[in-house]
């Protein structure tokens, strides 16, 4: 990656998030989801694989298995079935196996809304755990991807040396009435336009506001 840019002020950030709010006012994940297990599961299958990917794994799977006890009555060969068309899908199946009997024998199968449980269950992160917190209960938290990591350092909104410092960033200096949806807007900007290798600059709505020296033309 790039030297990472200088912090933005706050008055650029604002505007930058004001043009965010106003091209799309309630972005949304793109991980398909019926209550707080399917998205924990969906969000723990999706790491290192894509949202259309996992789309097309849990399509299926979610229809006969939405709850923590009938994912265990699919039982691990029948996760897999499911699932092997993604990356890491025999970990990620025993994984899905093994949180779905956690939330049954402790949470009565109940997805818990607290950080620190859900990232007790196996195979959730901290950013699967604010993904979740985020799009369930409407929690202002930040789950950092390599998306973020790279737009925060391109644009300096959030730039930092590791996910937990952009995550810090991002809580700091962008304006409360932006951070519900600041993680979606910000990845959503990276998936689309401001890509690794060939970032759509002539297509970004904050052009005139990004100090990337690498702009494309």
Known sequence: MTKPAKQLDYHTIREIFTRFEASDAAPEG????????????????????TDIGVNKATAKLFEIADT?????DLGLEGVIEHIKTIGL??????????????????YD???PNSRAALVSLPGVG????????NMWWNYPAQAVDTHIYRVGNRTGICPGKDVDVVERAIEDHIPVDFQQHAHHWLILHGRYICKARK??????????????EEKTK
Not at 89 to 106: C, E, G, H, M, T
Not at 126 to 133: D, G, I
Not at 199 to 212: A, E, G, K, Q, Y
């Open 30 to 49: 793109e991980l398909h989801h019926t209550n707080a297990y399917t998205l924990v599961v969906a969000v723990a299958l999706s790491a290192q694989a």
């Open 68 to 72: 923590p006890q009938k994912m265990l």
């Open 89 to 106: 899908f025999r970990n990620k199946a025993k994984n899905v196996i093994k949180l779905s009997q956690i939330l049954v024998d402790v």
């Open 109 to 111: 199968g109940v997805v």
């Open 126 to 133: 901290r950013k699967t755990a604010n993904v979740v917190l």
């Open 199 to 212: 970032p759509v600059c002539t297509n970004c709505i904050i052009n005139d506001l990004c100090p990337f």
